[in-house]
């Protein structure tokens, strides 16, 4: 895994620690998804002003954000592309593991610790969406 990128470090510095700790362990949970799914590397950057994970080569995947506001400073947000199924798989597979907001966004207390397994398997299945299986 490479080093995080000046302005993802920028935009983070700003969280509160257990926003960042728990930003740490997700993008770890991340990479390690794509390379169980073996899509080539990942393109790290910021999306609408959150950190974001999507596959480098195109039509593999979805993009992955993910954020924290110190307006609701005790929880953190995972999103997705809203035109996509993720939510509704997510809402089937894990329906307490997140409070789920419409068809784009997933929220945990920043404990996270109970959310790492189905982060884990959403990143898998955000970052492999569009890959056909043969």
Not at 67 to 91: A, N, R
Request: contains cysteine; charged residues 25%.
């Amino acid at each position: 895994m490479s080093p995080i990128s000046r302005d993802i470090a920028e935009k983070t510095a700003s969280w509160s620690i257990p926003a960042r700790d728990l930003f740490c362990r997700i993008r770890e949970t991340v990479h390690d998804a794509a390379s169980r799914a073996e899509i080539g590397p990942l393109t790290e950057t910021l999306k609408w002003g959150q950190p974001s994970w999507l596959p480098t080569k195109p039509r593999i995947g979805s993009t992955l954000r993910c954020g924290w506001d110190p307006d609701t400073p005790e929880q953190f947000s995972l999103y997705v592309h809203c035109q996509t199924t993720l939510i509704e798989t997510m809402k089937t597979l894990y329906p307490n593991a997140f409070e789920y907001d419409g068809n784009r966004a997933m929220r945990m207390p920043l404990d996270g610790q109970r959310s790492l397994h189905a982060i884990d398997h959403c990143a898998f299945l955000t970052l492999t969406y569009h890959r056909k299986i043969a």
